[in-house]
């Protein structure tokens, strides 16, 4: 990417910027602390989130289990731990993939002929059309629940926006000056496409995308929960969630703690990403 | 304004026939056959045959879609797999639970947002537009199923201020509005952010423009020119907002009524996926789709007649 300068600049910038702005520093701590627990936490995992103790089961929050138990007697904090990396595997990979095609599929409707873009155009209209959580338990009901079902979902609701924004501002700059100079000069549609339209439109592409992680871990969670989306024994939180909710009187910590994480994720990504945004695309915050 | 009207709506509609479509083609797209999809690998041939028949499955696609299209303009939804009661009755029966949920939910969070936007307007960098602000970004990011298993487990369940489960006795007007403080808070609490937010925004916007100036060139009070000259204005983006809304409001009502076990469109669809009850779940979703797809040129149409600079563009 052009547009954001890279090494020790950028880092002193950022920091720079964040020192002016409690609420990104925060997003910032709280998105460090995230990863840090995707990344270690099965190592700092003090028990196997899935082994079963059936005689340790309900112990309420102790030093021996900072979280307590659930119903199977399994350590509800190493749990919430392991389903950091479940969350952000998930969502970072679905938001991947889908900014992939929703890239390509808006270079082709910007920058296609007329039909093809009322084609495509009416084709994301439908699919946004259909509420997020219906068009996942739509799909969970004809597929078998499994990863790849949920990243699937998440691709086919997550594509249509990145596909509109790109196509919006590859329509914007295919008639400007210095295409029509390359198309003169003899480039081929690919060539037009990926070396001159793509680094001109991609920026605001991943702000938009970062901006959208904390909505689809909240989406995996959440389909999860209705028991449509990760199959158990993954400690999803949104499956932690649905365990808990069975014995919300006898052991409430356990929801608690299946929530907590869910919080502090969304939280640090929507703080993080709207400082971010403020700060390399201020444009973008009529968009959003 | 009659073609913009025409137009919106054939648009309005021509998205829900392709959402029918994608509906259509999503069971027959599918690696496997629809009736073991639906039935189990257990069922006898028997019942695999008298489903195959009854969901017109032994017919060519072509033909099944067409039927289907057919049906679907007359207003049949299909029929239910396990209690063959037509799935239009069904959804009817759950759609104004849903609708009760989402008007409360908006409801509340207007009467909130609103007000507390137009005030951060008004009173920049106050420490009210400040907190504002912040709850604003944290309401909107929080999911909605995480406030309500945690507003249940508060209200609910320690405190026992309000009850856990359904929609109230069916006589009693007052059980039922207790019945949905909880999920329409659970619901609509993303919403005040979001709304106080595009309030604002818009209301910053017009306060800076020159009929705002010709007012107060005139001498009118402060609060004639906010309420009468600038609301006015500044309230219409939200119109269009709600009406994106309802697509979000929709998710948000699944979980609402499955953590408060609350009849609804929300309910059916989880338990009628549960049982892969297909003809219910395609039924129940297209009515969701149809309510988005024509919220949106209603909205379209009643911003350009609330708004004069609009209505004069025709």
């Known amino acids: 990417m052009s547009e954001i300068p890279a090494g020790p600049g950028f880092l002193r910038l950022l920091g720079q910027r964040l020192r ?3 609420l990104g520093l925060l997003g910032l701590v709280l998105v460090l602390l995230v990863l840090f627990c995707a990344v270690f936490g099965p190592s700092l995992a003090p028990y196997n989130p899935l082994k079963l103790a059936v005689l340790d089961r309900f112990q309420s929050p ?42 390509m599929l808006g270079l082709v409707a910007g920058y296609g002929p007329r ?166 695309d201020p444009r973008l915050r009529r968009v959003i | 304004m009659l073609i913009y009207a025409l137009q919106r709506i054939g648009l309005a509609l021509l998205i829900c026939l392709t959402s029918m479509c994608l509906l259509f083609a999503a069971l027959h797209v599918i690696p496997g056959d629809p009736v073991t999809l639906m039935l189990g690998s257990r069922a006898t041939p028997e019942m695999r045959a008298r489903l195959q028949h009854e969901m017109g499955f032994d017919q060519p696609v072509p033909v099944q879609f067409a039927r289907f299209l057919g049906r679907v303009a007359e207003g049949d939804l299909g029929t239910d797999m396990w209690t063959q009661r037509g799935v239009t009755t069904i959804v009817l029966e759950n759609l104004p639970n849903t609708l009760v949920l989402i008007g409360a939910a908006l409801g509340w969070a207007a009467l909130v947002g609103i007000p507390l936007g137009c005030y951060s307007a008004i009173r920049r960098n106050s420490w009210i537009d400040r907190l504002t602000a912040i709850l604003a970004v944290g309401t909107i990011s929080i999911p ?106 929709l998710s948000s009502a699944v979980f609402a009524e499955n953590i408060f076990a609350r009849p609804g469109i929300g309910k059916l669809i989880v338990d009628a996926a549960n049982f892969r009850n297909f003809p219910v779940v395609q ?32």
């Open chain 1, 20 to 22: 002016n702005d409690p």
């Open chain 1, 62 to 103: 102790s030093w021996t289990h900072l979280f307590g138990t659930d119903n199977l007697g399994r350590d509800v904090f190493s749990r919430v731990l392991a389903g950091t990396r479940i969350a952000l595997g998930v969502g970072g990979g679905s938001i991947a993939i889908a900014l992939s095609i929703g890239l």
């Open chain 1, 115 to 280: 039909w093809l873009d009322n084609a495509l155009l009416l084709l994301f209209d439908s699919v946004y059309s259909f509420p997020t959580v219906m068009l996942g338990l739509t799909v969970m009901t004809l597929l078998n629940p499994s990863i790849g079902t949920l990243v699937f979902v998440i691709v086919v609701i997550q594509t249509p926006a990145y596909s509109r924004l790109i196509r919006t501002a590859t329509l914007s700059i295919k008639t400007s000056e210095y295409i029509l100079a390359v198309r003169s000069l003899g480039a081929s549609p690919p060539r037009v496409l990926l070396v001159h339209i793509l680094p001109n439109v991609i920026g605001p592409l991943f702000i938009i995308a970062s901006m959208d992680i904390p909505s689809v871990i909240a989406l995996e969670a959440g389909l999860t929960y209705l028991g449509m989306g990760i199959p158990p024994p993954a400690p999803s939180w949104g499956r932690i969630l649905q365990e808990g909710f069975d014995s919300i009187r006898d052991a409430p910590w356990i929801v608690i703690a299946g929530g907590i994480p869910l919080i502090i994720t969304t939280l640090g990504f929507t703080f993080l990403g709207e400082a971010l945004r403020d700060w390399l």
């Open chain 2, 144 to 249: 909605s199923f995480v406030v309500a298993i945690y507003a249940l487990l508060l209200f609910a369940v320690e405190l026992n201020w309000f009850p856990v489960i359904g929609a109230g006795d069916a006589g009693d007007f007052g059980d039922q509005i207790w019945h949905l403080v909880l999920p329409s808070f659970a619901v609509g609490l993303g919403w005040v952010g979001y709304l106080a937010r595009i309030v604002r925004a818009s209301m910053l916007e017009v306060m800076g423009e020159h009929h705002i100036r010709t007012a107060r060139a005139f001498g009118l009070g402060e609060a004639k020119i906010v309420f009468h000259y600038a609301l006015r204005i500044a309230i219409l983006p939200t119109v269009t907002l709600l009406a994106l809304a309802i697509g979000g409001l």
């Open chain 2, 283 to 314: 039924g129940a979703v297209l009515t969701t789709v149809a309510l988005f797809a024509l919220a949106m040129p209603i909205a379209d149409l009643l911003v350009a007649w609330l708004d004069p600079r609009v209505r004069s563009t025709f």
